[in-house]
């Protein structure tokens, strides 16, 4: 309910102050939400109580999580998160391969040592849940995966080799089967031939020093 109202809120805003787009066909970017593809949309839900909420008392109170996120990030005092939705709606299109945040400039990779990943990549500042709201399939569509791409900043742009090579993960799942992964790993959002809207629920639990910056615009939908 918390995600359909935010989806029907921000598109009646659009339809309101912005209705030289069209919602669903043209590219666009602003601070609530981004459509970079065809009939597909990112969302934030920051801004909204209940979304934060929802996070402490559904994904924070399990002890296995937090524990997780120590290990991986460190200290929960330094440590925060984004809340957002990505929704593609029937039509959309496969994604081209990427990451959603790239190797730091003074970080490190794996290298060509086999044992690279354990003693020279650099840990992650940031990491991705994904919380699917309906079945994901063949035709509602689904987040594919290049596992291990995260080690080498180097393979960005070379998506379509993990296709050829067959090293793809395909992350069909079930309503509320969770995914976590590397923000550098690379991955794509594929098509939608459904007769329906797939929504997941996205929470990128981050370093503070990290702030995005990249996927979201400075202006608003309301022109000030």
């Given at each position: 309910?918390?995600?359909?109202?935010?989806?029907?809120?921000?598109?009646?805003?659009?339809?309101?102050?912005?209705?030289?787009?069209?919602?669903g066909e043209d590219t666009f970017i602003f601070r609530?939400?981004?459509?970079?593809?065809?009939?597909?949309?990112?969302?934030?839900?920051?801004?909204?109580?209940?979304?934060?909420?929802?996070?402490?008392?559904?994904?924070?109170?399990?002890?296995?999580?937090?524990?997780?996120?120590?290990?991986?990030?460190?200290?929960?005092?330094?440590?925060?998160?984004?809340?957002?939705?990505?929704?593609?709606r029937p039509g959309a299109v496969d994604q081209k391969?990427?990451?959603?945040?790239?190797?730091?400039?003074?970080?490190?990779?794996?290298?060509?040592?086999?044992?690279?990943?354990?003693?020279?990549?650099?840990?992650?500042?940031?990491?991705?849940?994904?919380?699917?709201?309906?079945?994901?399939?063949?035709?509602?569509?689904?987040?594919?995966?290049?596992?291990?791409?995260?080690?080498?900043?180097?393979?960005?742009?070379?998506?379509?080799?993990?296709?050829?090579?067959?090293?793809?993960?395909?992350?069909?799942?079930?309503?509320?089967?969770?995914?976590?992964?590397?923000?550098?790993?690379?991955?794509?959002?594929?098509?939608?031939?459904?007769?329906?809207?797939?929504?997941?629920?996205?929470?990128?639990?981050?370093?503070?020093?990290?702030?995005?910056?990249?996927?979201?615009?400075?202006?608003?939908?309301?022109?000030?």
């Amino acid at each position: 309910q918390l995600v359909d109202e935010a989806i029907a809120e921000v598109e009646n805003k659009l339809q309101e102050h912005r209705p030289e787009i069209d919602v669903g066909e043209d590219t666009f970017i602003f601070r609530e939400i981004a459509s970079r593809n065809l009939q597909r949309f990112d969302l934030r839900l920051d801004t909204i109580p209940r979304a934060h909420e929802m996070v402490e008392r559904c994904i924070m109170c399990h002890d296995t999580i937090r524990k997780f996120l120590a290990d991986t990030l460190g200290p929960s005092d330094d440590m925060d998160y984004d809340v957002s939705v990505l929704y593609s709606r029937p039509g959309a299109v496969d994604q081209k391969w990427h990451s959603d945040g790239a190797h730091q400039d003074d970080g490190a990779d794996a290298g060509f040592d086999e044992n690279g990943w354990k003693t020279t990549l650099s840990d992650p500042y940031a990491v991705c849940l994904f919380l699917p709201l309906i079945d994901l399939d063949e035709e509602s569509g689904y987040t594919q995966f290049w596992p291990r791409s995260h080690r080498h900043r180097g393979l960005s742009g070379f998506g379509a080799a993990a296709e050829l090579a067959k090293s793809t993960y395909d992350g069909i799942c079930t309503a509320g089967d969770a995914i976590w992964y590397d923000y550098r790993l690379l991955h794509r959002g594929r098509f939608n031939i459904s007769t329906v809207v797939r929504p997941v629920l996205q929470i990128i639990f981050k370093k503070k020093f990290y702030i995005e910056r990249v996927n979201y615009g400075k202006e608003s939908i309301v022109r000030s």
